[in-house]
Structures are given as C-alpha cells and as structure tokens.
C-alpha cells in the first residue's frame, strides 16, 4: 500500500487546515496508508545551525526526533504540507522542520541528486484574510522547492481564504479539487 506523509503546521487541532486534511484523509481511506506529523506537538527538533554538514554527507548533525522525520520523509509516496498562512508564511513550527529539511537541498552540492525515489506531493494552505492577488505567494514558493528537493512532483496547491468568516463548505471548487487530489495520489 502506498504512504502519505501529511506535514501539518496547524495550532488549531480542528481549524480550516484539519478540515482541508480530514476530507483529503477521507478520500485515500483504504487507497494509502496516511500519517500525519503535527509540527505543533513535536517537543525535540532543534533549529538548522547552518553547519553545513549534509553538505559533505546525506545526513544532519543535529540528532533529534527530525532523524525519525527523515526516515518517514524518505519511506513516503506522497507528501503533503498544510498550514494556514501566519503573516505571509507558514507558522513558525512547520518552519523549524522545513529548515531542517536542508540535507535534501544540499544533494544538489553532494551531486547525488538520482538516489531519490519519485514521489507525489500538494500543498494546502488558509489564509484568514479575505482574498487578495498574491496571497499565498511566500508559502508557496519555499514548500513547492522543498516538494522538489524531495523529489515529489506537486500535482496541486489548494488554497482556501477568508477562513475568518468561511468554512472549506463554502469552497467547492477547493473540496472537488481535493478529491481529485486523493485520486492522482
């Protein structure tokens, strides 16, 4: 059975980010084996000290519960990353394990970019504020080079705004596209 690895950088256990996971959850029942990683509750993950050590090998310096994250990153399918925008970024605890999600950038400067497996990967992402140009711009672009440096192709971004004063209900378009989603994973 296929494995779905779900980073979630949601404080809100039941907000408009878990409603974007559960439904997604739902879809793959019975198709993927799902995990979800709540970077919220995670207690031992140390910041990137930018020591450059997965530079030279494929591996961090620090030893913390991120060594169990990499293992499960590596052993997935599919990845997904959900969070809610908190000032025109992902949450600060989220933030912390994709830092440190470094030594899959550095591959690029160890040359030893072929030794990953195809995966699949999507983001999902609310904002709280209404709709806007640009609103998920610099999410975006960091978790879709960190799905690249995974070797994950990103078969979709959903966003939803206004989480505020709507629910995912009052978004179909979002809620078909993931259910779509669940079917290209």
């Not at 999507?122 to 978790?143: D, K, N």
Request: glycine content about 4%; overall charge negative; hydrophobic content about 40%.
């Amino acid at each position: 059975m296929k494995k779905t690895l779900i980073l979630f950088g949601s404080a809100r256990k039941k907000g408009h980010t878990m409603s974007m996971v559960k439904l997604l959850t739902e879809q793959l029942a019975g198709k993927s084996e799902v995990e979800l990683i709540d970077c919220y509750r995670l207690k031992n993950i140390s910041p990137c000290m930018d020591c450059r050590r997965c530079w030279e090998v494929k591996e961090c310096a620090i030893h913390d519960d991120m060594d169990d994250i990499y293992k499960k990153l590596e052993e997935a399918d599919s990845i997904i990353m959900a969070a809610p925008s908190y000032f025109h970024s992902v949450p600060a605890p989220m933030k912390l394990v994709l830092d440190r999600c470094q030594v899959y950038w550095a591959k690029a400067v160890r040359r030893d970019m072929t030794d990953q497996k195809q995966r699949t990967g999507a983001i999902l992402l609310t904002g709280g504020a209404p709709a806007f140009p640009e609103q998920f711009v610099s999410e975006i672009a960091p978790l879709k080079c960190l799905l690249d440096d995974l070797n994950a192709q990103c078969l979709d971004v959903i966003t939803i705004s206004d989480s505020d004063h709507k629910t995912l209900s009052d978004y179909p378009d979002a809620m078909e596209r993931i259910r779509t989603l669940a079917e290209k994973l």
